[in-house]
């Protein structure tokens, strides 16, 4: 069933399904992790949804907005969103496959690049959610990460930023990819469910074809020990 909810506060409102597509935390989390300075023009949202991630970033700054989303009824979703926020003339939400992009823009285009992509290989049998809708949000059956990670790196500008986050049991898989991408890692920030439980996520800063040194941050704690949020994660709400 279709429905409005608010996001963050009551400054922005997002059309939701419950049988094809929610936002996620992580979908929050991300666009307070990223930094956008006054040399960002021009942002892209990979697998963007129904487009949390390019409306909380459109809080932080003026600057164009695109978001991509291959499933039609999820990008419905999203144009809805945009619109009932009044965000048309800043955010554009295109229907289409990330691995195309390249055919659509040209080289060093973009100056930040932000995703929130499928987690889980296809092989990981034991999560694949039989509604397609949900699979392929969850799944790599479209969107692998190397793939994903290919198409950033042809799209970023030189020394422009890539912001991703990921399941922390894949890390190392994931630096080597960027490794062999030219994206290199500047800053990564590990998620926890709560102290004492291991990371479950992870965010990470990259720049293509940055120098080396990364910086690691404090740990990111999303409840407190009766399950709440903790004051943090509540502020990313407000």
Do not use: W
Not at 39 to 66: F, H, M, V, Y
Not at 136 to 159: D, F, G, W
């Amino acid at each position: 069933m279709e429905t409005l909810n608010d996001i963050v506060g009551k400054n922005l409102k997002i059309y939701q399904d419950d049988e094809y597509f929610k936002f996620s935390l992580e979908s929050v989390l991300l666009p307070n992790f990223v930094q956008v300075n006054l040399r960002t023009k021009k942002i892209l949202d990979l697998c963007t949804g129904n487009a949390p991630i390019p409306l909380i970033l459109s809080l932080k700054t003026k600057c164009k907005i695109i978001g991509v989303e291959l499933q039609k009824e999820i990008y419905e979703l999203a144009r809805k969103s945009v619109k009932i926020n009044q965000k048309e003339d800043q955010i554009t939400i295109l229907n289409e496959d990330v691995k195309n992009l390249n055919q659509i823009f040209q080289g060093d285009t973009f100056d930040l690049i932000t995703v929130n992509p499928p987690y889980f290989k296809v092989s990981n049998q034991k999560v694949i959610n039989n509604n397609l809708i949900k699979a392929r949000a969850r799944h790599e059956n479209n969107l692998t990460l190397e793939q994903l990670l290919k198409i950033v790196t042809i799209l970023l500008k030189n020394n422009g930023s890539f912001y991703m986050v990921h399941r922390t049991e894949r890390f190392i898989e994931i630096i080597n990819l960027l490794e062999k991408y030219h994206l290199t890692p500047k800053e990564i920030q590990f998620i926890y469910p709560y102290k004492k439980k291991d990371s479950k996520l992870f965010m990470i800063k990259c720049t293509k074809n940055g120098k080396n040194g990364v910086k690691i941050f404090d740990p990111l704690y999303i409840h407190q020990n009766d399950l709440t949020y903790t004051e943090e994660v509540k502020k990313m709400f407000e």
